[in-house]
């Protein structure tokens, strides 16, 4: 069953922001949550540009989805953290997560932070999934 994603009545439409308010998982689904993803390579190296660790964090949240089988459209939450975050970083956040979710957008959470778990992350990215029956 796909989450059922919504922008009810009297809230804000933030569907133009890449997000939904409220996603619905249907009754006895299973849920794998990823851990905050970042923009790391391979190598567990980092670029110091925010839009090649951004598109890293997505593309890393994509593969986690691969290893579960699961796809894009199973996510119904995000939660992304961006260092020293500002409406340029907001801009090209939302471009990466399009590049993963298109125009899935589910339940979502940007919360500003001076600093991640490594010094040189700028971004990081976690996601609870429905998983397919």
Partial sequence: MTPRLLNPKGLYDSSPNAYSQVAIVGSGQRLAFISGQGGDNPDGSFSRDFATQAA??????????????AGPQDVVKITVLIVDHDMEK??????AQRMLLGAHHPAATLIPVPC??????LIEVEAIVELPA
Avoid at 90 to 95: F, G, K, N, T, V
Avoid at 116 to 121: K, R, S, V
């Fill in 56 to 69: 890293g964090a997505f593309r890393n949240v994509g593969l986690a989805l691969d290893a579960i089988g």
């Fill in 116 to 121: 991640l778990a490594l010094p040189q992350m």
């Fill in 90 to 95: 907001l801009r090209i956040m939302q471009a």
